[in-house]
């Protein structure tokens, strides 16, 4: 099965911990009228800011995860607009005033992607606009999830998340174990590949026409060695 089309149903259950609040308390400062939330998946950060008030465009790959963000929209009585796309091939009809991909959605795109994919971002960002992206770390796919085996038992469900470290990339198998009825489950499986992408790396593709700042994507304080998640404010230059 293609990336979250299983894990689009359990998605926001598993993504419990993640700190969508502070997340948008950092960035809501920073913002201006209309955005995009690109690879936006269940809508969670693209909802939010649309509460704030801005024009918000949720664009995604996974059919399954922009039907949960409609969904969500629509009981938050948001009014966005959902876009399903490659963010690799990035097409929008206008220019906008920021643009954010939370969560891990840079981490999707090859090393080889990113040179056109910034450079999109940067031809679709009206003057003074910002580009806020986050990856999950080098050191958190190398040291944490890489090669590694991660269990969830829920009356529902149970998964099973194992991943193999390759060479600047990650591969995820996600198996679920969904319960039918009594002791019968019926197993479902998808597959994931994150690429890792070092901080040095992006510097050196962003500095040409970003100027950037780099923070800790938990405690939005300055990045160390062992931050899990780096989050990159980028205005253009
Ligand atoms: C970890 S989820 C993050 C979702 C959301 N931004 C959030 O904060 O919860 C990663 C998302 O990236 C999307 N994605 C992966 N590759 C993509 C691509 N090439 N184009 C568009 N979306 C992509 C997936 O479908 C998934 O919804």
Redesign the pocket.
Known sequence: MS??SILAKYYDRL?GD?DYRGYTEFIRDKLGREGV??????G??TIALAKLGHKMTG????GE?LNVATLKAKSAGVDVRWAR????QLELAHKVDFIVC????VN??SYSQLPSFFSKVKSYLKSGGVFIFDISSEYKLTRIIGDNLFCEDYDDVTYVWSNQLGDGYVDMELDFFERLEGDIYKRVEESHRQYIHTRDQLVGLLEKDWTTQIVDGETFRDADVESKRLVFVCNLA
């Open positions: 990336a979250y993504m993640f939330d690109l690879a936006c998946g269940s969670e950060m664009i995604d790959l996974s995860m796309q490659d963010i690799s939370v969560c891990d959605g999707y795109l």
